[in-house]
């Protein structure tokens, strides 16, 4: 089992931006205990789909050559819970993106009301700097093909995305 | 080039958002490791944001020179060599290494670096 925080993308501007979508339900056993009785989606998950939807956007701007290491939270938010029904959607773009890391900024939607707020700042690191590999490649491109991304991405001049031939 | 308060105001902004830390800490004088907790993922940040700032190209390891800390030719020990120490100068011309000299521990070089190297760091890209 892989650990999932987002379902799919809806937009994807290579090297740009993303907006994918959660869907938050009471079948997920988390929140059972989460608290009995008053689910809600911990925050922590929130930013792991944030980090989800981001890294793959930085990933792909890379071509997957390096591997894309969450390096830092900054300035996150929150203004109300996710709850059982709700449907998010992140919104991630690329501030900055250099061989070394990448600065993204990551909006948490619910309907037409900001969920929540983040800065992550990503390092890329090389084979050997301590990460293990993170994915085999075809179980990495049976997400993305999961994740519809080469269905819905475009490049930055309106072209549909290739689909790696890994 | 800006008025060096100019200057410190954007480096003081920069470190505010990238280390989470108050406007008030962020004095001269305080080590950006010791007094305001950065790490070494932080510098990366930092370096991010003042490009950015000041829009200036800041290569990697010229604000922290990782690469001679951790080089065997010329860290002993534990410590900084002669040839360390004048690399690290040759390298840092913005920072005040007189008090890192005199323990030139590795691990002491973290407390070296304050606000005003960054600072001073910043003047000298500008006037490049």
Redesign the interface.
């Known amino acids: 089992m892989r650990w999932f925080w987002i379902d799919r993308f809806e937009e994807f501007v290579r090297g740009r931006s993303a907006v994918a979508v959660k869907n938050v339900s009471l079948a997920e056993e988390h929140l059972h205990d989460h608290f009995p009785g008053a689910a809600l989606m911990p925050n922590s998950l929130v930013v792991e789909g944030m980090a989800q939807t981001a890294g793959l956007l930085v990933a792909d701007a890379i071509e997957y050559n390096r591997r894309v290491v969450l390096?830092?939270v900054?300035?996150a938010e929150f203004h109300f819970d996710a709850v059982p029904g709700d449907c998010l959607r992140y919104r991630a773009e690329i501030l900055?993106l250099?061989p070394?890391?990448s600065?993204t900024r990551v909006s948490s939607h619910i309907g037409d009301r900001i969920q929540g707020e983040a800065e992550l700042?990503f390092?890329h690191l090389e084979p050997g700097e301590g990460v293990p590999r993170l994915f085999e490649p075809d179980e990495l491109l049976r997400w993305l093909d999961q994740m519809h991304i080469y269905d819905i991405g475009r490049d930055q001049a309106g072209q549909p995305l290739a689909r790696p031939d890994w | 080039m800006p008025p060096r308060d100019e200057i410190f105001e954007k480096v003081r902004n920069a470190l505010v958002d990238a280390l989470g830390v108050d406007e008030d800490d962020v004095k001269p004088d305080a080590t950006m490791v010791g007094d305001l907790g950065a790490e070494s993922i932080d510098f990366l940040d930092i370096v991010f944001r003042l490009e950015k700032a000041f829009g200036i190209k800041i290569p990697r390891g010229e604000l922290f020179p990782e690469d001679v800390l951790s080089s065997s030719e010329f860290v002993n020990n534990g410590k900084v060599n002669a040839a360390g120490i004048a690399a690290l100068k040759s390298r840092m011309p913005f920072a005040d290494l007189a008090k890192f000299e005199a323990n030139p521990s590795v691990q002491n070089f973290a407390n070296t670096l304050t606000v005003e190297d960054m600072v001073r760091y910043v003047q000298s890209k500008l006037a490049a």
């Open positions: 390096a830092k900054a300035a900055d250099k070394a890391g600065l700042f390092a």
